[in-house]
């Protein structure tokens, strides 16, 4: 078999006598958006969290283009492309927000030796164009709305050039109308091309996300966690109808 | 009189403010609280001290040497002491009373309790309105306000300064914006270190080389940290400057009361933190996080 893109290989994470997650494994190609869904406490965040090394598993191996990167520090894997985002946001509140992006144009990935300062900053303000709040940039990031705050996550993890984003509840918080510009900046971001001085090969995803029915539209597959375990695995369509799941999470009504 | 103050109150606050930015970058960054910030400093003056009067070399080139080797100092120091033990705070902060205290008794033991001197780089002075100064007081302030601006550069506008102060800020996410802190931690202590070492270099002609001179910039440094507000770079250079010139003040107007230059800057401290508890420009920690 060809290697994959990232493969997660038998984790497992107990937190005392708790086991989060339990396990888990899963492939993903290098175009592939991943829904990853389940109850509260079902594992979801320990996983993104495992696999970007804040967290190390007590066993199993997550391998990212054949390389295996468990246990590595989380700054070496985000350099090696893949790009985290936070459930609640944590900006460096007291910096612009222009500040708050250069700070991820700075990883040794997305920065050319000798780089100045000014160079950075176009790059960053860049990103801030594309999440579309580019007007804001030098107000200081404690004062931002909810919904600003997302989008300065997502520009964030666009300045840094990633080949893997992991989002964690994209459309948390969002009014309907921002869930949809939000998901347009997702299924852009994920075409690829330009974007002013940034170049997206268009990163595979893997999105946590509790609004199914906007998930749904945006991604190619989903696995559904229950208790730090893989219930089920497969495409939208045939999730929702899965007994199991349709027990386990959507409640006897469904979507 | 007057000028006397004001030149006097403006070196030793540019002074004190070198430091406290040095001490709080630290501070902020890796979190240590380097008591041994100022007996670097004074490793720099003895370090002159020596190649100027003991080698015999140029006092520049001595100076250039002296800044050199107490970096590589505070690296190694950092390395083999702090580093090991980072995690635990409280061991950390008595690692670095010891090694201001091992500092103290090297150089008590090398060369006694003496008051040694430098000679200064430029001799000569100027009288305006009747005051004498000096060109070597003219020279280090002129120097200490350009070492001011240039810490803001560097601060403000390049790669290096917003690494900086994106991890003083949050350790955490600094890492997952791909920021190797480690590597950011190190880079801090040398600019931190380089730091004292330079105001070392500048204001050692004016003052007495001696083995317990680190105490008092020490407890003024402390003291503008917390008067400025923990972590907060205004804060210091502010508060610098405010306790620089009580200090001056309390020198020149009671001569025979110069003793009690630590008590009025701790008093200060004391009376605005009862008004402002958080320090001139600290933050409140709710709303930190």
Known sequence: MAESFLEVHDLHKNFGGLTATNSVSFNLDRKEVLGLIGPNGAGKTTLLRLITGILKPDSGKVLFKGEDITGKKTWEIVNKGIAPTFQNMRPFRRLPIIANVMVSCLSPRSMKRGEWVKKVEAKAMDALEFAGISDMALEKASTLSQGDLKRLEVARAVATEPELLLLDEPFGGLSPAETDLMAKSIARLHKGGRFGRLHSEGPAMIIIEHKLQQLMKIVDRIVVLDFGTIIADGPPQEIVKNPEVIEAYLGKGGV | ?289
């Open chain 2, 1 to 289: 009189m007057l000028l006397d103050i004001i030149i006097d109150g403006l070196i030793k606050g540019s002074v004190y403010a070198l430091l406290a930015i040095g001490f709080s970058l630290v501070l902020g960054v890796a979190r240590i609280i380097n008591i041994a910030h100022t007996a670097l400093f004074m490793t720099a003056a003895y370090l002159i001290y020596i190649g100027s009067k003991l080698m015999g070399l140029p006092l520049l080139l001595a100076m250039a040497a002296a800044v050199v080797l107490t970096v590589l100092l505070g690296l190694v120091v950092y390395r083999l002491f702090i580093q090991p033990i980072q995690e635990h705070e409280a061991a950390v902060l008595i690692a670095t009373i010891a090694v201001a205290m091992m500092l103290q008794e090297v150089f008590l033991m090398s060369f006694g309790g003496h008051y040694l001197g430098v000679p200064p780089l430029v001799d000569g002075y100027l009288t305006i309105m009747g005051a004498k100064i000096t060109y070597q007081h003219l020279l280090a302030l002129g120097l200490s306000l350009v070492m001011l601006v240039g810490v803001r550069f560097f601060l403000m506008q390049t790669r290096l300064g917003l690494a900086l102060r994106s991890t003083a800020q949050d350790r955490e996410v600094a890492n997952l914006m791909g920021m190797d802190v480690n590597r950011v931690a190190l880079l801090t202590v040398a600019v931190s270190v380089g730091l004292a070492a330079m105001t070392g270099a500048i204001v050692v002609p004016l003052i007495t080389v001696e083995p317990t001179m680190w105490m008092h910039p020490l407890i003024m440094m402390l003291a503008i940290v917390v008067l400025g507000g923990l972590g907060s770079i205004e804060g210091s250079f502010v508060g610098a400057y405010i306790l620089g010139f009580a200090e001056s003040l309390v020198v020149f107007m009671l001569p025979m009361g110069s003793f009690l230059k630590d008590s009025v800057a701790l008093s200060v401290m004391i009376l605005v933190l009862l008004i402002r508890p958080e320090g001139l420009f600290g933050v409140s920690f709710e709303e930190e996080r």
